[in-house]
């Protein structure tokens, strides 16, 4: 699918998305017979009286099979398929031409040639292996002279250039046929790298089934054969006969392509039977504006990509570009620093990266994502509209990216393994995770609540102290029978109380008309008429939208009212008090009359109504404290439920942890085993705990032991550590750590905030991983932690890990400097030419083992020119060019791999 982002052709990511982009696949007939060979061979069911009619007709059912390239191989004639060849190219449909060949034992093989070999020069070569010369006559078709091997040899040498294929191995004249002359040798042909079989692997029988599978040690070959499905098609009919067609991937349709994917078929060749893996995320293409990258254009494949070139070439510009576009995270503080100083050096101010990327789940789907250089990334959507979201918001999940050496950085973090484990946990894993950081905030707003109500009740108590005392100094004036004689004037102190009091509670009315407000206007999206119109129920459902308007003008009528309400309430309030104060000026006349009455009998009256004012003021001090400490009872409860199910999602996912580390380890093969560690390490413990005691002013160097002592516990109950703390439990703690009696002290006085954190406190996983060091195939395994491992073992561990079951694109910049040699062969190549199929990778390398052992999709070999960097070739290793930049880059060129080979004596 090509998508255009609504740009123009002559925009950067355009024209990268028009470059080739290395091998695809394409599906073949391989054994396509013409109208003479159905004519002479009683194969005209098909009903076409003409070769024209037949070509036509064939060519239509090609094209609507989607079949766009066949070989046409009559019985060991070229030129009666030169009518059906040029109407099927004249389609766009490519040709191999060739013949059908039998061996002296009489085994048919399909001799195929590069497209447009001349086809009289074919049949001269049909009527070599016949043992005639010149063209084989019509009617001839019997066996040739030549062994398998001979056959082989002669039209797969330099001189012939072509490829064959084993015919119908299991059927009439095949190597594996049960009717004929039996031999082993033909099957065993070294250089036979292809046999066709008529359906799926699995419906063979039993004894060709171990055969094919290289099973029986008779029929035992040094390399597996590729097996293809290439059955007779006699006709436009059969075209879509099962067992007519395989789907071969190729970068040059070539014979030199198919070769190539006969010698790696498992990635290269799909039977008839056989579905295509699910789509993966991909990045398609990449386009560079300004900066050494100017210019540069990159379309990407689908599955292996390997970027090569000497020293300074750009691979590990465009990786860190790449990043850059992404804003993917980078777990290594030296990966950082590289990162940073590459990309300014490569883009520098106002250089620009544009990348395109497709998902295809739930749906397909494309984005370009731009950045320049020093500015946030945007992304486009594919009609370009530009989305107010960032790269990870549309992808979900980003490319998995890494730096030169940053594999080998990361293999000594543990806490990120247990990130690269977390990719592996299951679905339900994400959705505990919103649940946790939800139940974090939560419990972090009742630590803070419960703070601010001990906080006041501190304060209610510090001032209810003096209640008992004044209490008592009231007891003195009620024997002097002072409360009786201005019991009047206290009681219109409290009623001058009363307004204040009738305001305050007030104030959650207007919350509550405020809240109604905004509640009037309900959203009715979805819920429309207009908006139902398309539903079978829509007049049914349109009693939703009624129910809300009706619930709409209930509250809008309420807040109408209970605005008027309010309004009224603080008139009338505005009118008692106004209409009190007269009252209070009067009585306040007469008390003056009965405070002077009482200064002339040496009673002091003020200090009486002070104390009065006190006392009832404090009452009511009082009365707020019993509510604070019920509320108090209430956050609390909450907080313990809270944590309840926070200790949970804990247990869950440290459990989870543990399966998914189990289950990794069996999917890595016994090569890799995987440990989880938890509540390691302890940095944010020991980080809350100092800041608690620095806090209490508990000494710098004094509560190192203690620090010391949290870090190097074997096993630590966080719960357990607080409630020890929140009770003073110095004994405890003395016995569990280790630590004298003052240490002890120190840290159960870290207070009741730091012992709440401690309950929230959620300490990482920790994750090892042991490699077995042993020679692959070797009976017993020998294990190695991280910590007793080369740099490069380390790094081969968790490429492991890396490689293992993911959907997002891995790009590495040259592996190779940090994993063994032999690991790389071993270990890895094999992992990424079946995780391919699923997966994209891009590795910038100088090792062949990648791209060759690997059998790359696309190789883009890099070179720096005129300040700036561009792509020389690209393509598979089939494409020439391609073929001879890996021997001179890779390899050091060709007389410099035929010397290791002699020195090796290979």
């Not at 970068?251 to 008839?272: C, M, N, S, Y």
Request: aromatic content about 4%; overall charge negative; proline content about 4%.
């Amino acid at each position: 699918m090509k998508f255009s982002f609504g740009l123009p052709e002559t925009h950067p990511i355009r024209q990268a998305l028009a470059q080739p982009n290395g091998s695809q696949f394409y599906r073949c007939a391989l054994q396509v017979n013409p109208f003479a060979y159905t004519q002479e061979n009683g194969k005209a069911g098909h009903g076409f009286a003409t070769e024209e009619e037949y070509n036509v007709a064939f060519v239509a059912a090609l094209k609507e099979a989607n079949v766009q390239i066949i070989a046409i191989t009559d019985h060991w004639r070229a030129r009666t398929g030169a009518g059906l060849r040029d109407a099927a190219e004249a389609a766009g449909i490519t040709v191999f031409p060739g013949f059908e060949a039998a061996t002296s034992l009489g085994h048919h093989v399909l001799c195929l040639f590069n497209p447009g070999t001349e086809i009289t020069r074919l049949d001269l070569l049909a009527g070599e292996l016949r043992g005639i010369t010149g063209p084989v006559p019509c009617g001839d078709n019997g066996d040739g002279v030549k062994t398998m091997d001979e056959l082989v040899h002669k039209v797969q040498g330099a001189e012939w250039g072509g490829i064959c294929i084993a015919a119908h191995v299991t059927l009439a004249n095949g190597v594996l046929w049960d009717g004929g002359e039996r031999s082993s040798k033909p099957w065993k042909c070294e250089n036979l790298y292809a046999s066709a079989i008529p359906g799926a692997i699995t419906d063979l029988l039993p004894g060709k089934l171990d055969i094919a599978q290289n099973g029986q040690t008779e029929y035992h070959r040094k390399r597996l054969m590729a097996l293809v499905n290439a059955g007779d098609v006699n006709g436009p009919a059969q075209v879509s006969k099962v067992g007519a067609t395989s789907s071969i991937k190729l970068a040059d349709l070539t014979v030199e392509g198919l070769r190539q994917a006969f010698l790696d078929p498992t990635p290269r060749i799909r039977l008839d039977s056989e579905t295509a893996p699910d789509g993966h995320m991909e990045i398609l293409g990449a386009a560079w504006e300004g900066g050494l990258l100017d210019g540069l254009r990159l379309s990407f494949n689908t599955n292996l990509n390997v970027l090569i070139g000497g020293r300074g070439t750009g691979k590990s510009s465009i990786l860190e570009t790449l990043r850059y576009a992404f804003d993917a995270p980078i777990a290594g503080s030296e990966a950082r620093r590289n990162h940073d100083s590459l990309v300014k050096a490569m883009l520098r101010n106002g250089g620009k990266i544009s990348v395109a990327v497709q998902r295809h789940t739930p749906a397909v789907v494309a984005y370009l994502i731009e950045r320049t250089y020093a500015g946030p990334a945007i992304v486009r959507d594919e009609n370009g509209d530009v989305l107010d979201v960032k790269p990870l918001d549309v992808l979900r999940q980003l490319p998995e990216i890494y730096g030169q050496h940053e594999i080998a950085e990361l293999a000594r973090d543990p806490t990120h393994l247990t990130t690269l484990l977390r990719r592996f946990l299951p679905p339900r894993a994400a959705a505990a995770a919103s649940q946790k950081e939800a139940l974090q905030k939560e419990l972090g707003e009742t630590r803070q609540r419960l703070l601010t109500l001990d906080k006041e009740i501190a304060t209610s108590d510090e001032r209810l102290a003096r209640l008992p005392a004044l209490h008592l100094r009231r007891a003195e004036y009620e024997k002097a029978d002072l409360p009786a004689k201005l019991d009047a004037h206290t009681r219109w102190q409290r009623e001058g109380t009363l307004f204040q009091i009738a305001r305050d509670r007030l104030k959650p009315v207007q919350e509550a008309l405020e809240a109604l407000r905004t509640a009037s206007a309900l959203d009715h999206d979805g819920l429309t008429p207009s908006a139902l119109q398309d539903l079978p129920n829509a007049e049914l459902l349109g009693g939703l939208d009624e129910s809300l308007r009706q619930v709409e003008a209930v509250t809008l009528r309420t807040a109408t009212e209970l605005d008027a309400a309010l309004t009224s309430s603080r008139a009338q309030l505005e009118l008692v008090q106004q209409t009190w104060k007269p009252l209070r000026t009067a009585a306040d006349e007469e008390l003056q009359v009965q405070l002077r009455a009482l200064q002339a009998e040496n009673v002091d009256s003020s200090d009486y109504l002070q104390l009065a004012k006190d006392i009832y003021q404090l009452q009511l001090i009082e009365k707020q404290r019993t509510g604070l400490l019920a509320e108090r009872d209430t956050v609390r409860q909450r907080r313990r439920n809270l944590f309840t199910d926070y200790q949970g999602i804990l247990g869950d996912e440290q459990r989870d942890l543990v399966r998914t580390a189990s289950q990794v380890t069996t999917k890595l093969g016994n090569r890799v085993r995987v440990r989880v560690k938890h509540l390691t390490p302890r940095d944010g413990l020991v980080k809350l705990v100092r800041e608690a005691m620095a806090a209490n002013n508990q000494g710098g160097q004094k509560y190192t032991v203690v620090l010391d002592a949290l870090q190097n516990k074997a096993d630590i109950s966080l719960l357990g550590l607080a409630e020890a703390c929140r009770r003073n439990e110095t004994a405890n703690l003395r016995q569990e750590y280790g630590l004298s009696a003052g240490q002890a002290e120190q840290l159960a006085g870290i207070g009741a905030e730091a012992c709440m954190k401690l309950e929230e406190l959620d300490l990482p996983s920790s994750t090892d991983l042991e490699l077995n060091v042993a020679e692959v195939g070797a009976g017993e395994a020998v294990w190695r932690p991280l910590a007793e491992l080369s740099v490069g073992q380390r790094a081969t561990a968790v490429l492991r890990l890396l490689l293992l079951d993911s959907s997002v694109p891995l790009m590495i910049d040259q592996p190779e400097d940090d994993l063994d040699n032999r690991f790389i062969a071993d270990d890895i190549v094999p992992i990424i030419k079946d995780q391919k199929q699923k997966r994209q990778f891009l590795f910038a390398t100088h090792n062949a083992n990648v791209p060759v052992l690997g059998d790359a999709d696309l190789i883009v070999g890099l070179a720096y020119e005129h300040d700036h960097i561009r792509v020389g070739t690209s393509g598979a290793l089939e494409t020439p060019a391609v073929h001879q930049l890996v021997e001179k880059v890779l390899e050091g060129g060709k007389e410099a791999f035929a010397r290791r080979r002699a020195k090796y004596n290979f």
